[in-house]
Each structure stands twice: as C-alpha cells, then as structure tokens.
C-alpha cells in the first residue's frame, strides 16, 4: 500500500519535500469495515490548511501521518453485511494512499458513499456530484440566496468549485461573471454560459469590475480572498450578499494572514452581509443537492471540466498546481 505522509509543515507555499511516500502491507478490514483499493484521489485547496498545525476548522494532520483526502475506489474485501467486493465506495476520509479501511456506518463527513458506476463516471464522486457540487450548491442557493437579475461575482471560476457556481447562478436568471487566471480558462468560462469574465493576472481589476458589473455586485462568490476580494467588496450593490468560501490566494502566507478591517465601513453602506460558509454544515442535504446535479447535468446544464494526472507518485504534484493555478477544472489523480 502507496500512501503519503506529511513529512515536514510548510512555511509559505508548500513543495514536494513536504510529503513523504512510504509503502505498507495492504491493511485488514476489521469488523464491520471495508477495505478499498483507489480508483481516484481528490487534491482539494482546503489541504493547504490541514498541512498547518493550528487547527483551523478542523486538526491539521500529524507529521508521518497518512494526508487526508477524498478518494473513490472498489471495494476488496468486506466484513458489512451491506457492502461486497466489487461495490465502489467514496469517501472524504480515504487519505492519499492506494488501499483504505472505511467504516460505512461512521456518519457524517467522514461517511462512505455508494456510487452507482451508470449515473455518472465515478470519478464525478469527487467532482460536481461529490463535496465540490454541495459547495456550489449550497453556497451559491442557501447562502448568496441569488434572485434573477442579480450580478454574480464568482472567483477561481474555472475550478472544482467555481464553475459550478456560474453554471446554477444561470439557471438561477442570474448575470455571472468569472475571475479567473488566464485567457484559456476565461475561454471555457463563456463556453458554458458566464456572461463576462476578468483575468485576475492581467487586468487592472477595479476598472475590469466596474466594466463589467455597472451597477454593482450582489453576490459574491468568494473562493480566493486576497487582492480579487479587496477589489470586488469595492463595487458590492445594496444589500448584497457575500459567500465566504476559501482563501486560496493566501495559501503562502496561511499562518499569518491578517484580518483587515477596511471593507467593514463598504458592509456599512451597503447592509450587505458576509457570510462563512463550510459546506460539512450541509451535509445532512446531500441528497438533494446531488439528486439537482444530476438531473442539470441529464438536462445538458451543466458541463465540467476535470483535469486528471496518473499515478499516486504524482499526487504532491496535482495538490501543488491548485496553489499555482496550474490546474484548468477539478484536480483528480487516477491511481489505477
Ligand atoms: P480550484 O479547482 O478552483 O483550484 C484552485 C484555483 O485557485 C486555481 O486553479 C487558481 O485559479 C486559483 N488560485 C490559486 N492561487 C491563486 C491566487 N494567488 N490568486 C487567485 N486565484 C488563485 O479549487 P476548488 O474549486 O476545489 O476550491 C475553490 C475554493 O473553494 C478554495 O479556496 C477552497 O478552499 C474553497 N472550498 C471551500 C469549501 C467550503 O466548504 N467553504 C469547500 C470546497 C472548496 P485561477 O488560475 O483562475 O486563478
């Protein structure tokens, strides 16, 4: 069994050296577990955080302990009356290794889903019908709560997450406009339906915003903080809504990111709201939001876009490219 550790906490943008790979005899599952060998693993921004060892919203991972991460695989071996070999299981709790024991009856986050090979490829478990479709799903719906018409600002847009945010903010009568960070991805952006976009590493984004949103922002996607969130809090139209998603922009300087108080005054003016979102509050709605997804997705309104290394070895590689953006749609590994 490959699997990577985490060898040393990074300080600014984590490299290959933090990661260790070590190779273990396949493991047993013990009563009532699974054993699952990886079909794909899921790299996801929010690593970044667990690399740390101040708890965030949730522990960081322990030096020589197995990464944490989403992974969808076959079942091998089962002592569940409800799995058999054969079965495909997801789960949030596989770490970056080959083979995982699961628990199927652990609830919450940390649970293992049953993936049905003939709805989707099963790799999608991870990707618009896994966590990164919820985050879009209830960020956007339950938390900007769009209403049509409304502009919406959606950073990262071509990513995992992103690209689904302008997608339902559509279905939802909305105006979407997409920040991302090259021509390419703007490209794909128009393709499946955002109606403007701002390349974040070329264009002068005060100007760009005001461009392109005349009469102001009334939700915000937020998936970067940093400069691209400095710049849209500037333009956000009465009682706009702001969704707090991630930071990845920051991921260089995690430790010591500072709380600015200079848009509280925008807040002020505007009664807008923000808001934190974490898409684990969700969870108990998982259902509905897949059940969503896949019928869009049947419908042809939706389209998406992953981006897919081979081979475990490649791993710290597919996380490193998300903090560059280097990644063009979801990042994936397919292990076998
Ligand atoms: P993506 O597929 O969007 O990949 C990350 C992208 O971030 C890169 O492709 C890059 O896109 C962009 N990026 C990287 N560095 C910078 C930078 N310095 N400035 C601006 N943009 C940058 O990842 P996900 O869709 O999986 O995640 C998007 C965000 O959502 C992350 O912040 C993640 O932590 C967050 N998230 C939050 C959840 C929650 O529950 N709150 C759940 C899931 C995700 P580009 O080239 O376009 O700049």
């Known amino acids: 069994n490959r699997r990577w550790l985490l060898a040393r906490r990074p300080e600014g943008l984590p490299d290959a050296g933090c990661f260790a790979l070590d190779t273990q005899p396949v493991p047993a599952p013990g009563p009532g577990q699974i054993l699952v060998r990886a079909r794909f693993l899921s790299v996801d921004p929010y690593?970044?955080?667990?690399?740390?060892?101040?708890?965030?919203?949730?522990?960081?991972?322990?030096?020589?302990?197995?990464?944490?991460?989403?992974?969808?695989g076959e079942v091998v071996a089962s002592n569940h009356p409800a799995w058999a070999p054969g079965d495909i299981a997801e789960s949030m709790a596989f770490g970056w290794q080959e083979y995982a024991v699961l628990s199927p009856d652990r609830p919450g986050t940390?649970?293992?889903?049953?993936?049905?090979?003939?709805?989707?490829?099963?790799?999608?478990a991870l990707s618009w019908l896994g966590m990164p479709g919820m985050t879009a799903y209830f960020g956007l719906l339950d938390v900007g709560r769009p209403r049509p018409g409304d502009t919406v600002v959606v950073s990262a847009a071509s990513g995992a997450v992103g690209q689904l945010v302008g997608q339902i903010a559509r279905l939802s009568g909305c105006r979407a406009v997409a920040i991302a960070g090259s021509a390419r991805k703007l490209d794909w952006c128009r393709e499946?339906?955002?109606?403007?976009?701002i390349d974040h590493r070329t264009a002068d984004l005060r100007a760009a915003l005001k461009e392109t949103c005349p009469d102001g922002v009334d939700v915000f996607f937020d998936n970067?903080?940093?400069?691209i969130h400095d710049a849209v809090m500037r333009r956000l139209s009465i009682g706009a809504?702001?969704?707090?998603?991630?930071?990845?922009?920051l991921a260089a300087r995690h430790e010591a990111v500072e709380t600015g108080e200079r848009h509280l005054g925008r807040l002020i003016a505007t009664r807008a709201s923000l808001t934190g979102?974490?898409?684990y509050d969700w969870w108990h709605r998982r259902d509905e939001a897949l059940a969503r997804l896949a019928a869009w997705h049947r419908a042809g309104q939706l389209k998406?876009?992953?981006?897919?290394?081979?081979?475990?070895a490649r791993m710290p590689e597919a996380f490193l490219r998300l903090l560059t953006g280097e990644?063009?749609?979801?990042?994936?590994?397919r292990v076998v």
Do not use: W
Request: hydrophobic share 40%; with cysteine; glycine share 18%.
């Open 47 to 72: 690593m970044r955080g667990r690399m740390s060892r101040t708890a965030g919203y949730a522990p960081g991972v322990g030096l020589g302990e197995v990464m944490r991460g989403g992974g969808v």
């Open 110 to 124: 940390d649970g293992v889903h049953r993936v049905d090979p003939a709805l989707a490829p099963i790799e999608s």
């Open 192 to 197: 499946i339906g955002f109606d403007a976009g």
């Open 224 to 227: 970067t903080s940093g400069p």
């Open 241 to 249: 809504r702001v969704v707090l998603c991630g930071r990845v922009a």
């Open 277 to 279: 979102f974490l898409v």
């Open 304 to 312: 998406y876009r992953e981006d897919v290394l081979d081979g475990i």
């Open 327 to 333: 990644n063009f749609g979801k990042q994936l590994v």
